[in-house]
């Protein structure tokens, strides 16, 4: 009885925890509903705007996805990837007031400082 119910036990651990490893992608609806959200958020963005916005993230997170599923080398694929950012940030700049601008431009500086911390301090790790 004692070994039925260890066993049963390290069965559903084991099954916990390979359940736990397992990362569920978002569709590119569901990035852009995020990204959407936050940007609506943090800027207060219209009505009109927050449509825009979403039509317009929905449309990268595709074309984002879609390099991913095709993408060859690492190195061609930042490049096309930095370009559709590019591409998306100047589409973006069209619809958003100067305001807005400014505290967008604020918000990726800031996002951009913390990915370079976050990046030195894994070098710095990396090295000891």
Do not use: C
């Not at 119910?5 to 084991?14: F, K, N, Q």
């Not at 099954?15 to 990035?31: E, F, R, S």
């Not at 591409?87 to 990726?108: R, S, V």
């Amino acid at each position: 009885m004692k070994k039925l119910i260890l066993i049963i036990a390290l069965v559903t651990g084991v099954a916990a925890i390979t359940n736990a490893q397992q990362k569920t992608d978002k569709t590119p609806a569901q990035k852009a509903a995020h990204k959407t959200q936050n940007l609506q958020k943090k800027l207060k963005l219209t009505a009109a705007q927050t449509k825009q916005v979403n039509a317009l993230f929905t449309a990268e997170a595709t074309r984002m996805d879609s390099l991913k599923a095709h993408q060859a080398n690492k190195k061609a694929g930042k490049a096309t990837h930095k370009a559709i950012e590019a591409q998306t940030d100047k589409k973006l700049n069209i619809i958003l007031t100067a305001d807005q601008k400014k505290a967008y431009t604020e918000l990726k500086q800031a996002k951009k400082e913390k990915h370079e911390k976050k990046k030195a301090a894994a070098a710095a790790e990396a090295k000891q």
